[in-house]
């Protein structure tokens, strides 16, 4: 895929439904969690944590989900992927539902906040972002998270400079470009973004590992080969005493709240 295509090529349209169905496993052991801080700054100001309702859209297998149940937040989880779904780990306060961001099927103005993480790219932005507009209580929250790999560090960009040629620079690894309808969209206000580094400390397996939950790279035949060759020249090349690397990501934030 060329460069030119990267830049044009919307994400909802290539199958953002069911691509995950065949790496749920991989995504439960080894996608990254995310900073306390930025829980922190979701929930701030907001109500008791236990009157919060929260949808998390696009929840996966419910890792963001979990941390917010954590602190106590009601969430429902809303995710169209069964096999996400099912490889999700239960929480007392996480309800999972079947639904698209563009149709919740929650009611109107039933959620004192939505979130997003790591999946508002592969989302329709308009109707999605009316659909947050009809499901959010006046003046409730909107959060747009990403975990983006903080190509400053040498070990990450190195594992990203992979990624992109087994990918064939697939477009989502320019998927910071889907925040620009939020932006604009007259119907939130007050958007603002926030910037926390997190790492995740990953042995052989896990660097592996998370590459193997990334929807579009293969996972079979020459270039899978070559990939897992070129992880494994990686991770020797990085570990440490303890047998460990690290990746590094800048964890985006963007807030914004619901016009009445």
């Not at 919740?104 to 939505?114: I, Q």
């Not at 932005?125 to 947050?132: G, N």
Request: negative net charge; proline residues 6%.
């Amino acid at each position: 895929m060329s460069e030119t295509n990267t830049d044009i090529t919307p994400l909802h349209t290539l199958n953002p439904l069911n691509r995950f169905s065949d790496r749920a496993e991989d995504y439960v052991k080894y996608r990254p969690s995310y900073p306390a801080d930025a829980i922190d700054i979701i929930l701030k100001g907001l109500n008791t944590n236990s009157q919060i309702v929260a949808a998390d859209i696009g929840a996966g297998t419910g890792i963001s989900s979990r941390l917010l149940a954590e602190r106590g937040v009601n969430v429902i989880a809303i995710e169209p992927n069964a096999a996400m779904r099912e490889a999700s780990e239960p929480h007392p306060l996480v309800e999972f539902r079947d639904g698209t961001a563009e149709i919740t099927n929650l009611p109107e103005k039933s959620v004192d906040l939505v979130t997003c993480f790591q999946a508002f790219h592969w989302f329709n932005p308009q109707p999605t972002l009316s659909e947050f507009h009809r499901i959010l209580k006046p003046s409730g929250r909107l959060a747009v998270v990403w975990n983006n790999r903080d190509n400053e560090d040498a070990l990450t960009s190195e594992y990203s400079r992979l990624v992109r040629e087994a990918s064939n620079n697939h477009p989502a690894e320019s998927r910071m470009q889907s925040v620009e309808p939020l932006l604009v969209n007259p119907l939130f206000a007050n958007v603002r973004e926030y910037t926390f580094i997190y790492r995740q400390e990953l042995d052989l397996t896990g660097i592996i590992g998370r590459a193997k939950s990334v929807s579009y790279l293969p996972n079979e035949g020459l270039v899978y080969e070559q990939l897992i060759y070129n992880l494994q020249e990686l991770y020797q090349r990085f570990c440490n005493e303890r047998g460990f690397v690290y990746m590094v990501y800048r964890t985006s934030v963007h807030l914004a709240e619901a016009i009445i």
